[in-house]
C-alpha cells in the first residue's frame, strides 16, 4: 500500500513537498511515479524513478521545477515542487509498478496506487 502526504495551499512560485510511503517488503524493485489530476480532466504522468540506474522521467509540463527522489531504505518516494502555477492544481497520486522502459509514463503500467493529496497554487 501507498500513502501520499504533503498537498495543501499554496501561493503561486511557491514550494511544496510530497512524499508517498510505502508498506510491504520493498520499493526497490519498483518504478515509483506521481501522477495527478485535476477537476474534468483525466489522470496525467507527472514524474518517475526507474527501480533499475534511479533514471528519472517527468513532464514537460514541470521539468526543470519538479524533482523526484526516492529513498529504497525508508519506503519512501518525494516529489519536490518548486514554483508551482496554478496549473499544477490536482489531486496527486503517487504509484508503483514494474513498466517497461518506453511505457513510464502510461498509468495502466502501474498496478499500485497510494489515495491521492490535494494539491491547490492560488494565483
Known amino acids: 500500500q501507498l500513502q501520499a502526504s504533503g498537498g495543501g495551499l499554496v501561493q503561486a512560485g511557491g514550494s511544496l513537498r510530497l512524499s508517498c510511503a510505502a508498506s510491504?517488503?520493498?520499493?526497490?524493485?519498483?518504478?515509483m511515479a506521481w501522477f495527478r489530476q485535476a477537476p474534468w480532466k483525466e489522470r496525467e504522468f507527472v514524474a518517475a524513478?526507474?527501480?533499475?540506474?534511479?533514471?528519472?522521467y517527468y513532464s514537460d509540463s514541470v521539468n526543470g521545477r519538479f524533482t523526484i527522489s526516492r529513498d529504497n531504505a525508508k519506503k519512501t518516494v518525494i516529489l519536490q515542487m518548486n514554483s508551482l502555477k496554478p496549473e499544477d492544481t490536482a489531486v496527486y497520486f503517487c504509484?508503483?509498478?514494474?513498466?517497461?522502459?518506453?511505457?513510464?509514463?502510461?498509468?495502466?503500467?502501474?498496478?499500485?496506487w497510494g489515495q491521492g493529496t490535494q494539491v491547490t497554487v492560488s494565483s
Open positions: 524513478v526507474r527501480w533499475s540506474g534511479g533514471h528519472t
Open positions: 510491504g517488503p520493498t520499493i526497490s524493485t519498483y518504478t
Open positions: 504509484a508503483a509498478g514494474r513498466p517497461i522502459l518506453s511505457a513510464t509514463r502510461v498509468s495502466s503500467m502501474y498496478g499500485s
